[in-house]
């Protein structure tokens, strides 16, 4: 290294930047030395400036998801905010055959504002030709002749129900079965009396979701609610959510799928969505490959 005293102009020059750096030093210490030191300005900021509380932590999550026999072989998401378990194997009377593992799952659910678990049933009106659990000569709650009347659907569905909910009490108790929230799922994937089975084919049907209903309703089970859309509804009762109030009490909610991403699900908890008049509760949407549920309230 050179001498710096063989360098009189040098000198002179360091000299100057000292000095000046000592006069803006004096004047504004931050100024001076923040961008050369970031340990000097954290220090300033925690001691000399404003105190600033750490941002609230977000609100609980509104998402859940619901499964059933498709996902028995699935791993399901961790923790849910909360989990529906579909207690059949796509139809009435038909069992999943992961219910309990798939009950267990949904226990592990972190909502306190909701209930953790919740329960779905498949519904259908096949009719005495295509079903082996048609009430034949059964006498309540409805008079059942044995043909496709109206009777015998609101007896079929009042049965499909108490089936479903036995299933439910098996893998829960029935103080647990009674405290979850209860889905019917209406969807035209399952049989249905048609126009081409009889005129009367709307009444049959709505008559056998009022029997799946009212069952439920006996037991006392927290909520009561239907599943479906307007189309499927539609094409399943013949009613809407103009005409569905005289037959379904607004207590009976809604559980809407079709959404396509959580903004989506969450537009859909609007009324224009509802299918029988009720409040739209849940929406359904895709998320990770599972089918995601969104708590409109």
């Known amino acids: 290294m050179r001498s710096v005293?063989?360098?009189?102009?040098?000198?002179?020059a360091l000299v100057v930047v000292a000095a000046?750096?000592?006069?803006v030093g004096a004047a504004s210490p931050a100024a001076a030395f923040v961008p050369f030191d970031r340990s000097v300005a954290v220090a300033s900021s925690r001691f000399g400036g404003a105190h600033r509380k750490p941002p609230p932590p977000p609100?609980?999550?509104p998402t859940g998801y619901d499964v059933s026999y498709p996902q028995c072989s699935s791993t399901l998401p961790k923790s849910p905010t909360f989990g529906i378990v579909g207690v059949n194997g796509g139809r009435a009377y038909a069992t999943n055959a992961c219910l309990a593992s798939e009950y267990a799952w949904a226990t592990t659910s972190t909502s306190t504002a909701y209930p953790k678990v919740g329960f779905y049933a498949n519904t259908g009106?096949?009719?005495p030709v295509l079903s082996t659990h048609w009430p034949t000569g059964q006498t309540t709650p409805a008079v059942c002749d044995?043909?496709?009347s109206e009777g015998c659907s609101y007896d079929y569905g009042w049965n499909a129900a108490a089936d479903s909910f036995a299933k439910a009490v098996g893998v829960a108790g029935t103080a647990s079965a009674r405290a979850a929230y209860w889905w019917?799922?209406?969807?035209?994937?399952?049989?249905?009396?048609?126009a081409s089975d009889s005129p009367s084919w709307a009444a049959l049907n709505t008559n056998d979701l009022q029997g799946a209903a009212a069952y439920l309703g006996s037991q006392g089970v927290a909520q009561v609610g239907f599943y479906s859309t307007g189309y499927q509804w539609g094409q399943i009762t013949g009613l809407n959510a103009s005409t569905s109030p005289a037959y379904f009490p607004a207590s009976y909610v809604n559980w809407v799928p079709g959404a396509t991403s959580y903004t989506s699900a969450q537009a859909r908890c609007s009324?224009?969505?509802?299918f029988t008049g009720a409040r739209v509760q849940l929406t359904q949407y895709?998320?990770?490959?599972?089918?995601?549920?969104y708590r409109c309230y």
């Open 286 to 293: 895709i998320a990770n490959s599972f089918d995601a549920d």
């Open 125 to 127: 009106n096949p009719g």
């Open 271 to 274: 009324s224009a969505y509802s």
């Open 20 to 23: 000046a750096a000592v006069v």
């Open 59 to 61: 609100p609980p999550s």
């Open 146 to 148: 044995g043909t496709w």
């Open 184 to 194: 019917l799922d209406v969807e035209t994937g399952n049989s249905w009396a048609a």
């Open 5 to 12: 005293a063989r360098h009189p102009r040098r000198f002179f």
